[in-house]
């Protein structure tokens, strides 16, 4: 890796980089040590006539001189080239400190015997020393693929977030454009077709009973799609009152239940609490699994009693939906619970259905959805 590329890695990654080339070329170094010295035991290359302090302080301290020599230059940090002529420095500085510490040693103790270091002894130290300080560049490299592609790997993995989250927005936003549409311009466009109809039923009437009895008919058939299909699409595109906050969207959907049905909905203060740490998406999918557990407990579970439930700690919203009527079969298709189950998890959150919520013998069931909350703004 070049000194450029080694520059743009920011400071905890230099100091991890150090780190391993330190502990891997000590690990290679006491291993080579360890190695050599055995070897001249079995050989008896340290006989009495020689003695061993000397070998034994030089294998010592030259490793600790290297170690220390590889904290203070950090071959890591440069290029191919620049690295090559620090590890041949730092090896041939090892074997001289190997050599040197021997003579030195055996100098002080009288010892005329171990002065020598023969040029295979000292080439063998040389290379030793490269092969554990090259070992120790070498798993520096490994741990930077690593961390690189770890780093590619999120990189895309928040790339493909922000592309769904980008999707999402812009789905919301033609929906809530299309509603609005429905809401506005469409329905105003069947209240004048209604109004004219009404006008023509009364300008035929003394002429034609029939004719204007019909036409009569046609507008009431007109406002009945209006007040119901064209309003029950324009919720459906958009939560109706979202605009305005949860506890409002809320209200919305229960205000819309049979009186036969009692309802609790949850503290509007909770939901004003956490709805400014949900994104947009966030806050549609909790209308829609609310609207979507009022219509499974009525249509399937035909209850007559439903409590809507929101919790907030310090990082979850918990909002659950239990109602008293029939069970869910355990076979039972999720179908749209599904779709909704999908987005949770695309959230980070999770959606569960689980029987058995209410009072017996109608054991009912209860939706929950549990969602992450943003930090809150600072």
């Not at 046609?218 to 299909?229: C, F, S």
């Not at 958009?238 to 409002?248: H, Q, T």
């Not at 049905?261 to 709805?275: H, I, S």
């Not at 209308?287 to 929101?310: P, Q």
Request: hydrophobic residues 50%; proline residues 5%.
């Amino acid at each position: 890796m070049s000194g450029a590329s080694q520059s743009r890695h920011p400071s905890s990654d230099a100091a991890t980089d150090h780190r391993i080339a330190l502990v891997a070329t000590a690990a290679a170094t006491v291993a080579i040590t360890l190695y050599t010295s055995l070897q001249s035991v079995l050989l008896r290359t340290w006989g009495s006539d020689v003695g061993v302090a000397a070998p034994a302080t030089a294998a010592v301290v030259a490793p600790i001189a290297m170690l220390a020599a590889v904290h203070v230059l950090r071959p890591e940090r440069y290029g191919l080239l620049a690295r090559c002529g620090l590890v041949l420095v730092l090896a041939l500085g090892a074997a001289l400190t190997l050599a040197g510490v021997r003579v030195v040693i055996s100098l002080l103790a009288a010892d005329d015997a171990g002065t020598s270091v023969g040029a295979g002894e000292f080439a063998s130290a040389t290379l030793a020393a490269a092969c554990a300080i090259g070992l120790g560049l070498v798993q520096v490299d490994v741990a930077r693929r690593i961390r690189h592609a770890e780093r590619g790997q999120s990189v895309a993995q928040a790339r493909a977030a922000g592309l769904v989250a980008e999707l999402q927005e812009e789905e919301l936003r033609l929906r809530y454009e299309l509603a609005e549409t429905i809401h506005g311009s469409v329905q105003g466009t069947f209240v004048v077709i209604e109004t004219r109809l009404r006008h023509l039923a009364a300008g035929v009437r003394p002429r034609d009973e029939d004719g204007a009895a019909e036409l009569t008919a046609i507008a009431g058939q007109l406002e009945r799609l209006r007040e119901k299909e064209l309003r029950a699409l324009s919720a459906r595109l958009y939560p109706v009152d979202l605009e305005r906050g949860l506890a409002p969207a809320v209200r919305a959907l229960v205000v819309r239940l049979p009186p036969s049905v009692a309802v609790r909905a949850p503290a509007a203060d909770v939901l004003a609490t956490v709805e400014h740490r949900l994104s947009h998406e966030a806050r549609v999918l909790v209308i829609r699994v609310i609207e979507d557990a009022l219509s499974n407990a009525l249509r399937h579970g035909g209850a007559d009693e439903i409590t809507i439930d929101a919790r907030a700690d310090a990082d979850h919203l918990r909002v659950a939906v239990r109602n008293n009527g029939a069970p869910p079969r355990s076979d039972a298709p999720w179908s749209g619970l599904a779709r909704l189950r999908r987005r949770a998890e695309v959230l980070g959150g999770e959606l569960a259905l689980v029987a058995g919520a209410g009072a017996r013998p109608s054991p009912g069931a209860r939706l929950t959805l549990r969602l992450p909350l943003e930090d809150p703004p600072r």
